[in-house]
């Protein structure tokens, strides 16, 4: 084979630095996902016959109630006497924020509804729960 004469291949563009930053791209979206996926506090939802998905997500605030009472805001692990602190703070870094309870399917009401009590404490009114569809 011939190599190419130099004055031909000064005109192709170096693509090695747009190769490099779209690597690094994919490494943190990659990054990123993993951590948001490790947020999540693992739970067995509930069914629910009517379940919706809600058009506007917007930012929400994940509260967990799992199935030994454990109560999580986020990832962090919290005691209910300490959730409406959690929320008021929350609700002054993001005005117009809404909380999104996630409670495992066997925890009685009584702890969601003390829960519900945070939230009104806190000063959010708007509390979506999850549920899974059921077909």
Request: aromatic share 6%; net charge negative.
């Amino acid at each position: 084979m011939k190599p190419l004469p130099q004055e031909e291949t000064s005109d192709l563009p170096d693509l090695t630095p747009m190769i490099d930053i779209v690597f690094l791209l994919i490494v943190f979206f990659m990054t990123v996902a993993n951590m948001q996926v490790r947020e999540r506090v693992p739970i067995k939802v509930p069914l629910a016959e009517n379940a919706v998905i809600p058009e506007e997500r917007g930012v929400r605030m994940t509260i967990t109630i799992k199935a030994d009472g454990a109560l999580f805001f986020g990832a962090r692990p919290v005691v209910i006497e300490e959730l409406a602190g959690y929320i008021a703070e929350s609700k002054e870094v993001a005005q117009g924020i809404k909380l999104n309870v996630r409670a495992d399917a066997n925890v009685p009401f009584k702890q969601v509804r003390e829960v519900f009590a945070a939230a009104a404490e806190g000063g959010v009114p708007n509390v979506v729960f999850a549920t899974h569809q059921s077909d």
